[in-house]
Structures are given as structure tokens and as C-alpha cells.
């Protein structure tokens, strides 16, 4: 039975009446600074995600024009060092973050069947806050003292060199983790509270469930990283010695805190993109999800051993036997509800009357190059191994592999899946095809050859390097390049849709389930004022 099987309170309304000019928005920029409804708040944390994406991705290219050959050549060590730093917060609290977050208000509320989001104004302030707090971390690169240049991990005793500027940069990293813990609130209030009648918990779409335990890891890690960088904040200006050893403190206290934070994160930036592609997949295999019940316990289980593993960041800090053992049989065990998402996400594809349209390319590129990311991850695990491994190349590989063709791929999936249902036009598929293939071709030039520096030795976050690197530093730099630019066609597609095309239908996707392919495209400004009601046979995921 498809999604369309809903029955309504309201007869032939699709629990929608959009006839009253007052139900609409209100006309002009005050639209988007006062608004509380989910749609509109959703577009803006899109946009900004976008606009972020960009400025991240400068530094990044500042980095690899840097890298691109042996010896300063560009800017000097200290610029260089604010760059890395600054592009990483960038990208995981302006770039990544705020795009699932949007994805949530703008989706959440239309595949449960609520009419909004719970807290409407609390909101339009978890927003509001994001573009205030990233005006001061950005303002930093301009002071006197400049930005910081301690690793986004901000390890003292080398963060606590900056100068004046690091008050600015502790300020907004407070006001970004402010924002995320009110959205997450926002999230698990409405999950919990405004399901529509009949749409039981495992019922949900797999988008909801992983935002529902993405949002309980957010309210448990966001305060310790507050409190870490608090605690470094006191150490600077008011004399204490937490993570001074000349006091009496322990740098290597900082780096538990902050991994316990750290580590929970990086499932906060991939679970969301498990929810999308577990979307994604079924709708172009023109199949269910196989085994749903299982994707629901491995999220919840990785969520879970997330925050027993922490300490695989720091092998190489002289930690007792023991604990090195632990880490890293537990974090070999975190590889197997993720490995279950893999099967499942295959099991589905297999034997399915599939059509690759440009959301299903990218999900399939998100499965097979994050998959490659998680294989490297595994082999960082490995205490020995990572000893070698440690603080190389090969760990940024790694990383970039699980949240370039992960992360942003999912998330540029979910871009061309719902776009059509945001604006009721369809993009160019053929722009979006020439966007995957040379974003792809792009991303592994750029990534792949970091492996095997790595492997050879060459040393993360350094401006200079030994002529040995040369080679494929400068085809890293040329595929950081390629991939950067050809972005552009993805901000060329998505304004071409919006100002129009070919009217998408309601369903949008042959085989789309789910409430949100009931109401029309574009979706109304206000949907489900009349909650649907689900009888027992209906498909919703």
C-alpha cells in the first residue's frame, strides 16, 4: 500500500487549506527574521549552510594552493595554521550541522504529519544565533592577534598561545553549541509529542529515527565540549591550571573532554546522512528498506558506543594497556552496526527495478566511498597501526572520505530528492548527473593520494614538507580545485529550479513513500493543519 493510502479528518483537503491570504507569509525581509514556521526556518539554515560551504571551502583551497608545491610559497605559517583550523569549525558547525538541521525542520514536521515544529520561537532563535556567532569566529582573522590556529580540536598548551582573539573565538563556539542544543530540543519535543495519529515509532521514516537519536547525542556532548573550552577560556585570562602542567594540570585532560565530546560528533555529522540515504535507496530501487527494524538498532547502538570509544584519538598519548585495549576492541565493535547499514542498504538495492536519477547517484557514492572511509577507519583502530598512522595524512583521508563523499554527498542527495517538493519545479537532471560525475572524479583526485602520503609520513596541518610529497600534493591540489569549482554548478542548478522548470507532480518519484509525497509540490506554507490519520496498512517508510 503506498503513502497516498492516508485517510484525513478534512475531506479532500490533504490536511492543508491554503485558500486565506493570512495563512501565507508576510511579505518582505521581516519574513525571515521574525519567522516561526519550519519551512521558512529550514530555507534560511539551507541557504546559510550553503553560504558557509563556500567560505570553508576558500580555506580550504587556500590550504591546497599552499600545499600545491615544496616551501612557503603563499602564506606564511601562522595564516596557514588559522586557515586549517578555521575551515574544519567551519565545515562541521557551519556547513554540515546547520544543513541537517535544516533538512530536519523543513522534513520532520511533513513526515510525521504535524502541522510545525513544537517550539516555533525557540526556532527562529536556534538560527538566529548561528549567523551572530559565526560573524564574531570570522571577525577573529581580522584582528591583531588572529584567528585560531590550534587544530579544530584546540588542544592547549598550543591554543592557549593566541592572543587577545581566542575570548572571541571561545564566545562563538558557546553561541553555536547554545543553537545546536535548542534545535535538538525543538527536534525530540516534536518527534516525541506531534506524530500524527497512527504513526506509531517504528513506523517513522528512518530520516526521523536518526535525527531523534542525532538530537539526544547533541544534548549529551554539546555542555562537556562547553565546559572544556570554559575551563581553556579561565586557564587563559584568569589564572587556573587545568591544562597548564606548569600549574599542576594535565593537557591530556582536555583531549578526554573533548574526545568524549569528539567523537560522539562525528556520528552527529554522519547519522542524519544515514536517515537521507535510507530514504533515498528504497525510492529508486523501487523497494522497502530491508531490514528496518535492524537500521533502528544499529543507529542506536553506534549512538551508544560512540561515547565509549573516545579514547582511539589518543593512542599515542601513553595510555596504560589496558585502556589502549579497550578502545580499540570497542571501536572494531562500532564497525558492526555500521556494517549492518551497508548490507542493508545493498540488500535493498539488490534485485530492485532501480533508475539512477541524480539523487540515487549520489547515494550510491555516498555508500561506496564512506564505506572506504569506514575500511581506513577500521585499520585506524588498530593500536600498533595507528601509532604509525597518527597525526598523518592518512587520518585526514580518512576523515574527509567519511564527510566529503559521506556527509556532503548525502547532503547534496537530499538537495536534488526534496528540491522538487520545495520548489514544485524539477532541476535539470542532466546538470545534476554532470554534477555527481565530476564532483566524484574531483573529490577522489583530491583525497585518495592522501592515503599514501600518509602512509609515507608526511605530517597534518604543516605549510611546508619535504620534496618527496611533491608529486601527489600538487594532484591533491589540483583535484581540490576541480571539486571546489564545480560546486559552483550546484548553485546554478538550484537557483535555475527555483526560478522555475518543469512542474513536478505531488509525488515527485515514482515509488516515494512517505506523508511528504501527499501534499502538493510545492509544498504549502502551511501542511497537515488537519492531522492525517493512519490506518494500519500504511506505508510510510
Not at 28 to 57: A, C, E, P, Q
Not at 98 to 103: I, Q, S
Not at 138 to 166: C, E, K, N
Not at 323 to 347: D, H, Q, R, Y
Request: charged share 10%; aromatic share 16%; net charge negative.
Amino acid at each position: 500500500m503506498s503513502s497516498t493510502d492516508v485517510t484525513h479528518h478534512a475531506a479532500d483537503d490533504q490536511g492543508h487549506d491554503h485558500d486565506h491570504d493570512e495563512h501565507g507569509p508576510a511579505p518582505g525581509l521581516m519574513r525571515w527574521v521574525t519567522t516561526t514556521n519550519h519551512k521558512d526556518i529550514g530555507t534560511l539554515y539551507l541557504w546559510f549552510s550553503l553560504v558557509m560551504f563556500f567560505i570553508g571551502g576558500a580555506m580550504a583551497l587556500v590550504i591546497r594552493a599552499e600545499l600545491f608545491q615544496p616551501g612557503i610559497q603563499i602564506v606564511d605559517p601562522m595564516f596557514f595554521n588559522s586557515m586549517t583550523t578555521m575551515h574544519a569549525i567551519v565545515m562541521i558547525f557551519g556547513v554540515v550541522m546547520p544543513a541537517f538541521v535544516g533538512l530536519a525542520n523543513w522534513m520532520i514536521p511533513m513526515m510525521i504529519g504535524a502541522p510545525d515544529m513544537a517550539l516555533p520561537r525557540l526556532n527562529n532563535w536556534s538560527f538566529w544565533i548561528m549567523p551572530f556567532a559565526f560573524t564574531i569566529m570570522l571577525s577573529t582573522l581580522f584582528m591583531d592577534s588572529g584567528g585560531p590556529a590550534g587544530g579544530w580540536t584546540l588542544y592547549p598548551p598550543l591554543v592557549l598561545q593566541m592572543g587577545d582573539s581566542f575570548a572571541y573565538v571561545i564566545f562563538a563556539i558557546h553561541f553555536l553549541g547554545i543553537s545546536s542544543v535548542m534545535g535538538s530540543i525543538n527536534i525530540v519535543a516534536t518527534i516525541f509529542n506531534m506524530r500524527a495519529p497512527g504513526m506509531t515509532f517504528m513506523k517513522m521514516p528512518m530520516f526521523v529515527w536518526t535525527w531523534l537519536i542525532t538530537a539526544y547525542l547533541l544534548i549529551a556532548t554539546i555542555p562537556v565540549f562547553a565546559g572544556a573550552v570554559t575551563m581553556l577560556l579561565t586557564d587563559r585570562f584568569f589564572g587556573t591550571s587545568f591544562f597548564s602542567a606548569a600549574g599542576g594540570g594535565d593537557p591530556v585532560m582536555f583531549q578526554h573532554i573533548f574526545w568524549f565530546f569528539g567523537h560522539p560528533e562525528v556520528y552527529i555529522l554522519i547519522l542524519p546522512a544515514f536517515g537521507i540515504v535510507s530514504s533515498i535507496i528504497p525510492t529508486f530501487a523501487r523497494k522497502p528498506l530491508f531490514g528496518y527494524d535492524s537500521m533502528v538498532y544499529a543507529t542506536a547502538s553506534i549512538a551508544f558506543l560512540s561515547f565509549i570509544v573516545w579514547a582511539h584519538h589518543m593512542f599515542t598519548t601513553g595510555m596504560p594497556l589496558a585502556g589502549e585495549l579497550f578502545f580499540m576492541f570497542s571501536t572494531m565493535m562500532i564497525s558492526v552496526p555500521t556494517g549492518v547499514k551497508v548490507f542493508n542498504w545493498v540488500a535493498t538495492m539488490w534485485r530492485g527495478s532501480m533508475t539512477f536519477e541524480t539523487p540515487m547517484l549520489f547515494a550510491i557514492g555516498f555508500v561506496i566511498m564512506f564505506t572506504v572511509g569506514g575500511l581506513s577507519g577500521l585499520m585506524l583502530a588498530i593500536t600498533p597501526a595507528d601509532i604509525q598512522y597518527h597525526d598523518t595524512y592518512f587520518v585526514v583521508a580518512h576523515f574527509h572520505y567519511v564527510l566529503v563523499p559521506g556527509a556532503v554527498y548525502s547532503l547534496m542527495a537530499a538537495t536534488y530528492y526534496w528540491l522538487p517538493k520545495w520548489t514544485g519545479n524539477m532541476y535539470d537532471e542532466t546538470l545534476g548527473k554532470w554534477h555527481f560525475w565530476i564532483s566524484t572524479v574531483f573529490v577522489n583526485v583530491l583525497f585518495f593520494p592522501m592515503h599514501f602520503v600518509g602512509l609515507a609520513g608526511m605530517p597534518r596541518r604543516i605549510p611546508d614538507y619535504s620534496l618527496q610529497f611533491a608529486d601527489w600534493n600538487m594532484i591533491a591540489t589540483i583535484g581540490a580545485f576541480g571539486f571546489g569549482f564545480s560546486q559552483l554548478m550546484f548553485v546554478y542548478i538550484i537557483v535555475k529550479c527555483v526560478r522555475g522548470g518543469e512542474k513536478a507532480t505531488s509525488e515527485v518519484w515514482e515509488g516515494a513513500r512517505g506523508l511528504e509525497w501527499t501534499v502538493a509540490s510545492p509544498a504549502p506554507y502551511h501542511t497537515f493543519e488537519t492531522a492525517p490519520v493512519l490506518d494500519a496498512g500504511t506505508v510510510t517508510r
